[in-house]
C-alpha cells in the first residue's frame, strides 16, 4: 500500500470573534480583540472582570430542545462540526465504518457538573438531571458529533488540557495515516467561563486582572503582559485522505505534513525554561513531516499571553529552529481569541489552514513594547504576505501537566 | 386535591413538548411516549420529575414502567391526588 496522505477539506468554528470561520477571519485579518467585560453578577467574586465569550451564542444556532440536553461545550462542537462538515460537501454517502471523530475538550462540562450540584443541594437527588453525565463527560462534544454524523470508525477524546485541541488534530491524522479511517471530524472545544474555574485560573495568578482595559489584556509578547485571557467556543477541521478527497471532487484545503509530541517531565503547570521539551516536539514534528526548519514560513504560537510561558516558547522556538527562525512569521492569535483551552489547538490549527489558502499570517494585536527577550519574528498589529509556492507552516500548543504538540500543515 | 384529566392532559402536553420538544397538538391519551412520541428513557426521568412537582404526586420509579401512554399517565396522576 502506498504511504497515505491526510488532507484538510473543511473547517468549522465558533469563537469570541465570529459564529463561523468566514466571520472569526475576518475579524483576526482585521486584528480585533473578543474580549470584553462580563456582565454576571459574580465576576464581583474575582479578581478578573473579564473574558472572552463566543460572539454568536449557540442558541442562535440551533434548536432550544437539542440544547438543553447538550453541555455548553457540546453545542459549540455541534455547531462547528456541522459548519465544517457542510464546508467539507457534506460526504455523507461516506462508509461510516471509515469515518471517525476526534473532538477534545481541556475540562469537560464543567459548567454542567456546577449547576447540577446547586440543583442537588436546593432540590435534593430527584432534582439532578437525568442528563447530567452524558452533559458533564469530557468526551461528551466528540460523542455527541459521532453520534450525528453516525462514525463508527472510532469516536475519541485526547484529554491534555490546553494541548487537547492539537492533539485531537494529531490523532485525527494518525487514524486516517494508520487506515483506521478516510475521513476524521476533529477538532477542540471549551466552555468554562464560569466563577469556578476562573477563580481557580485567578488562584494560579494565571489570569490577566486589567480590569480597566479587557480588549488589551492578551497581549502576548509585550513587556507588560500580566495573563491569558480565559474564552470559549471551539474549531472544527475535516481531515480526509488524499485519494479519497480527489475522488469524491472534494476542495482541498492544505495537507497535514505530520505532527510531533513530547512531554516536559518538568512541572505540573510551569514551562521548562529550558523548553528542551518544546525543541523536541519540533524536531519529531518535521522529520514526521519529511520537512526541515528551511520549510516553515509561518507558526500560530501557543504564546498565552503569561509572564513566564511566552519567553520560554520564544526561547525554545530560536533553538529549535535557528537561523531559519528569522523567516518564520510567528502570530499569537490569542491576543485576538482569548485562550480556548482545550478549543485553543483547534482553532489555531484552522487559523493555519486560513493563513496557509489566503497566504497571510495574522497579526498579533496589543503589542506596545515587545519584550527584549523575544528573539522570533512577530508578526505584529497588521497580517504579513506569505511567499508563494509550496510552503509550510507549524502549530504548537502545550497544556499543563507538560504536554507538548506540534503540527505541521502544507500547502498543496 | 382532585385533579381533572383534562387538567392533567393539558399539563402533561406541556412538559412533553418543553422536554422533548413535541408539538403539543401531537400529544393524545392514546400516544405510547416511547414508539409514538419518541421521548427517550432520560427525557422520561425528566417528564417525571417535571410532572411530580406539577402535580404534586409521587410516581415511584416502580411505577414509571408502567406508564406506556400518555393515558396511563393521567390515569396515574388524577389518582394519586385524589
Known amino acids: 500500500m502506498s504511504q497515505r496522505r491526510v488532507v484538510v477539506t473543511g473547517l468549522g468554528a465558533t469563537t469570541p470573534l465570529g459564529g463561523d470561520v468566514d466571520s472569526t477571519w475576518k475579524a483576526i485579518l482585521a486584528g480585533q480583540s473578543g474580549v470584553r467585560l462580563l456582565t454576571e453578577d459574580w465576576r464581583e467574586l474575582l479578581p478578573v472582570h473579564f473574558a472572552a465569550r463566543v460572539a454568536t451564542e449557540p442558541a442562535d444556532q440551533m434548536e432550544r430542545v437539542e440544547m438543553r440536553r447538550l453541555d455548553r461545550s457540546e453545542q459549540f462542537a455541534l455547531v462547528a462540526s456541522r459548519e465544517a462538515w457542510k464546508d467539507a460537501g457534506s460526504p455523507d454517502d461516506i462508509d461510516k465504518e471509515r469515518l471517525g471523530v476526534v473532538i477534545a475538550s481541556g475540562i469537560g462540562g464543567v459548567i454542567t457538573l456546577l449547576d447540577q450540584f446547586v440543583n442537588l443541594n436546593e432540590k435534593g437527588a430527584r432534582g439532578v438531571s437525568p442528563h447530567t453525565v452524558p452533559m458533564l463527560m469530557p468526551n461528551g462534544p466528540a460523542a455527541n458529533v459521532g453520534l450525528e454524523l453516525q462514525a463508527k470508525a472510532g469516536v475519541h477524546t485526547p484529554v491534555s488540557a490546553c494541548a487537547s485541541g492539537a492533539e485531537a488534530v494529531g490523532y485525527a491524522y494518525e487514524m486516517i495515516k494508520n487506515n483506521r479511517a478516510d475521513i476524521v471530524v476533529s477538532g477542540g472545544v471549551e466552555a468554562a467561563i464560569h466563577q469556578l474555574p476562573m477563580a481557580g485560573f485567578a488562584a494560579m495568578k494565571a489570569l490577566s486582572t486589567r480590569n480597566d482595559d479587557p480588549a488589551r489584556a492578551s497581549r502576548p509578547y509585550d513587556r507588560d503582559r500580566d495573563g491569558f485571557v480565559l474564552g470559549e467556543g471551539g474549531g472544527v477541521l475535516v481531515l480526509e485522505e488524499y485519494e479519497h478527497a480527489k475522488a469524491r471532487g472534494a476542495k482541498i484545503y492544505c495537507e497535514i505534513g505530520g505532527q510531533g509530541l513530547s512531554s516536559d517531565g518538568y512541572h505540573i503547570a510551569a514551562p521548562d525554561p529550558d523548553g528542551s521539551g518544546v525543541q523536541r516536539a519540533i524536531k519529531f514534528a518535521l522529520a514526521n513531516s519529511g520537512l526541515s526548519t528551511k520549510d516553515i514560513v509561518h507558526l500560530n504560537a501557543h504564546a498565552t499571553s503569561t509572564p513566564a510561558g511566552d519567553v520560554a516558547e520564544a526561547n525554545a522556538l530560536r533553538k529549535a529552529l535557528g537561523a531559519d527562525a528569522d523567516h518564520v512569521a510567528v502570530s499569537a492569535t490569542k491576543s485576538m481569541t482569548g485562550h480556548l483551552l482545550g478549543g485553543a489547538g483547534a482553532i489555531e490549527s484552522v487559523f493555519i489552514v486560513k493563513a496557509l489558502q489566503d497566504r497571510l499570517a495574522p497579526p498579533t494585536i496589543n503589542i506596545e513594547n515587545l519584550d527584549p527577550a523575544v528573539t522570533v519574528d512577530v508578526v505584529r498589529d497588521t497580517p504579513r504576505q506569505l511567499p508563494s509556492g509550496d510552503i509550510a507552516a507549524l502549530n504548537d500548543s502545550f497544556g499543563f501537566g507538560g504536554h507538548n504538540v506540534v503540527l505541521v500543515f502544507k500547502s498543496l | ?82
Open chain 2, 1 to 82: 386535591m382532585a385533579l381533572s384529566p383534562a387538567d392533567v392532559l393539558a399539563g402533561i402536553k406541556e412538559i412533553v413538548e418543553e422536554v422533548a420538544g413535541i408539538p403539543a397538538a401531537s400529544i393524545e391519551l392514546d400516544k405510547n411516549f416511547t414508539d409514538d412520541l419518541e421521548v427517550d428513557s432520560l427525557s422520561m426521568v425528566e417528564v417525571v420529575v417535571a410532572c411530580e412537582e406539577r402535580f404534586g404526586v409521587k410516581i415511584p420509579d416502580e411505577k414509571v414502567t408502567d406508564l406506556a401512554t400518555v393515558g396511563d399517565a393521567v390515569n396515574f396522576i388524577v389518582n394519586a391526588a385524589a
